[in-house]
C-alpha cells in the first residue's frame, strides 16, 4: 500500500486502482500537498464533519463519483448535499467492498464535532484495511483508555495519529496510545497547520 501525506489530516491510501482519501481538507490547508481537483480517489473517508476534515469532500465526491463513508448523521448531510454514493455507518459498524480487499470501521474518538452546515455529528476513528494491511487513523481524539482496544482485534500495521494538542493530543499524551498499539509505523498529523498546534515531531519521535 501507497500512503501519501496530503497535510493536516489528510491521506491518500492507495492499492492497485483503489485510491482511499481520508479527511479531504485541501482549499484553505496552508500544508496541503495536492489541489482538491487533482485527486482521483475511488473511496473517500471522513473522520468527522470539522471543516479542518470535511474540507473538499462534496466537491471531490460530485466530480468523481468516489464511495463516501461517514457517520450516519454526516452521511445523511452529504446526500443532501447531492453527494449519490454514501455509506452511513454508525460507531462499530463496518463497510466492505469488493476493491482490494476494503473495509472501513468506525471506533470511538473523543472529540465534538459540528459541520461547516452546522450539523452536529459523533466523531470517530477509522480502522482501514487495504490489501491486507491495517491502518488506525485516529481522527481527532484525546487520549483514553479504550483506544487500546482496537488491538485486541486487529493487528495495527499503521497508526495515524493526531499530536497537535489543544484540539485533539499533545505528543505527549499521543505516545500512550502508540506504546500500547504496537504498530510497524506510526505517522503523526494534525500538527503545525495553524498556529495553535504548533509542535514538534521530531519530539514526538
Ligand atoms: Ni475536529
Ligand atoms: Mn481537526
Same mark, same amino acid.
Given at each position: ?8 489530516? @489528510?491521506?491518500? &491510501? ?36 470539522? !471543516? ?15 464511495? @463516501? ?7 445523511? #448531510?452529504? !446526500?443532501? !448535499? ?36 452546522? &450539523? ?22 484525546? &487520549? ?44 503523526? @498529523? ?7 498546534? #504548533?509542535?514538534?515531531? !521530531?519530539?514526538?519521535?
Amino acid at each position: 500500500m501507497d500512503i501519501r501525506f496530503l497535510g493536516h489530516a @489528510c491521506f491518500e &491510501l492507495s492499492e492497485g486502482d483503489t485510491r482511499v482519501l481520508v479527511d479531504p481538507f485541501l482549499t484553505g490547508n496552508p500544508k496541503a500537498g495536492a489541489d482538491a481537483s487533482e485527486l482521483e480517489p475511488t473511496h473517500i473517508f471522513l473522520t468527522h464533519g470539522h !471543516q479542518d476534515h470535511y474540507g473538499d469532500v462534496v466537491d471531490i465526491a460530485k466530480r468523481t463519483n468516489a464511495h @463516501c463513508v461517514a457517520i450516519v448523521e454526516l452521511a445523511g #448531510e452529504l !446526500q443532501e !448535499q447531492g453527494v449519490e454514493n454514501v455509506s452511513d455507518p454508525n460507531i462499530g459498524g463496518t463497510v466492505t467492498f469488493e476493491d482490494a480487499g476494503l473495509w472501513v470501521r468506525l471506533t470511538p474518538a473523543w472529540h465534538t464535532s459540528t459541520t461547516p452546515n452546522g &450539523l452536529v455529528n459523533t466523531p470517530a476513528g477509522l480502522v482501514i484495511n487495504l490489501g491486507g494491511k491495517i491502518v488506525y487513523h485516529l481522527g481527532d481524539t484525546g &487520549l483514553f483508555s479504550d483506544l487500546q482496544l482496537v488491538k485486541a482485534r486487529d493487528d495495527i500495521d499503521v497508526a495515524i495519529m493526531p499530536i497537535g494538542g489543544h484540539f485533539p493530543m499533545d505528543p505527549g499524551d499521543a505516545v500512550v496510545p502508540a506504546q500500547w498499539f504496537g504498530a510497524k509505523q506510526v505517522i503523526p @498529523c494534525h500538527y503545525n497547520t495553524s498556529p495553535p498546534i #504548533e509542535q514538534d515531531a !521530531q519530539q514526538f519521535k
